[in-house]
């Protein structure tokens, strides 16, 4: 039984690897929010943070059905899911505040594209960033109130207003 470079087994040995079921667990396994869809719209895949982040009930139906049907037409990833397949620019690494939970994410929309080129698909991935925002808040009061902290936010502010020359 040989090992190959990638550390699975090759063809020989016993435990063949079933790539679509490692490709499947390793999104499954994310921390972030992954939702896939076809040109059509239909939902490819979306995993188990993708629905914790949303507070969505997880249900297996919703692969094949519009991405629309699923999150809500009025949701605002729908939103962000219908620019996939437009000519439009599209969003990496920016951020948004759902109306629906109040939650801040960070996400990316990109393009799935196929070896010739063509696009196939549309995946966005998004991470919950609403801890991130309270600990910089807890962070900006907890410095607000020390003599301190209010000194180092006016260096702070000193050194970004400085010109290049005078430092």
Known sequence: MASTPAG??????PQMVDREAF???????????????W??????????AAYRILDL???PEHIDQSFHDVLGKDHDL??????????AELPNRAELRLRSSGKAIGYTLSRILDRDGTVSGAALL???????????????????SRPW???RRRSRTRSRTRSPASR
Not at 39 to 48: E, H, Q, R
Not at 78 to 87: G, I, M, N, Q, S
């Open 8 to 13: 699975r087994l090759d063809a020989k040995g």
């Open 23 to 37: 490709y499947r667990n390793v999104v499954h396994s994310l921390r972030n929010g992954v939702i896939a869809i």
């Open 39 to 48: 040109p059509d719209g239909t939902m490819a895949v979306i995993n188990d």
């Open 57 to 59: 009930d997880a249900d």
């Open 78 to 87: 729908a939103d962000v899911l219908a620019r996939a397949f437009t000519d």
């Open 126 to 144: 998004f991470k919950d960033l609403t801890r991130v925002e309270q600990l910089e808040e807890r962070e900006r009061l907890r410095d607000a």
């Open 149 to 151: 902290g209010r000194w």
